[in-house]
């Protein structure tokens, strides 16, 4: 169960990379504390433990690398929004603009 909780962490809760990260680390710490109240073989915890933090580390390796992907397309995005509104000689608002910009009462 924690195994989903982990990579679910990424995935699911929207949250960014850094505080998922944290919260991966934290759920590990607090996982190996408490085998290890409970009593359990020490080559017992390192094998779960290991388990957990593989997980997260894939995890986290996917998500970096979906995240990089979709800041760049977000980027990507705006900046052809901006070009198809602007003329590229001198860098002035096209009259579609305008016309959003009349209709939608920006000014």
């Known amino acids: 169960m924690l195994t989903a909780y982990s990579i679910g962490l990424y995935f699911l809760a929207g949250i960014l990379y850094r505080a998922a990260l ?3 680390v934290a ?5 190996a504390t408490t085998l290890v109240y409970l009593g359990e073989s020490l080559t017992k ?13 894939i995890g986290g390796v996917a998500f970096r690398n979906i995240g990089i992907r979709f800041r760049r397309t977000f980027l990507e995005r705006g900046l052809i929004a901006e070009l198809a509104i602007q003329d590229s ?7 579609g603009a305008f ?9």
């Not at 915890?45 to 580390?57: C, F, K, N, S």
């Not at 000689?89 to 009259?95: A, V, W």
């Not at 016309?99 to 000014?107: P, Q, S, T, V």
Request: with cysteine; charged share 10%.
């Open 89 to 95: 000689l001198t860098g002035l608002k096209n009259r």
């Open 45 to 57: 915890i390192m094998q779960l433990t290991g388990i957990l933090a593989a997980t997260a580390a």
């Open 27 to 31: 759920m590990i710490i607090a996982f």
């Open 22 to 24: 944290q919260a991966n």
């Open 99 to 107: 016309e959003r910009c009349a209709i939608a009462g920006c000014w």
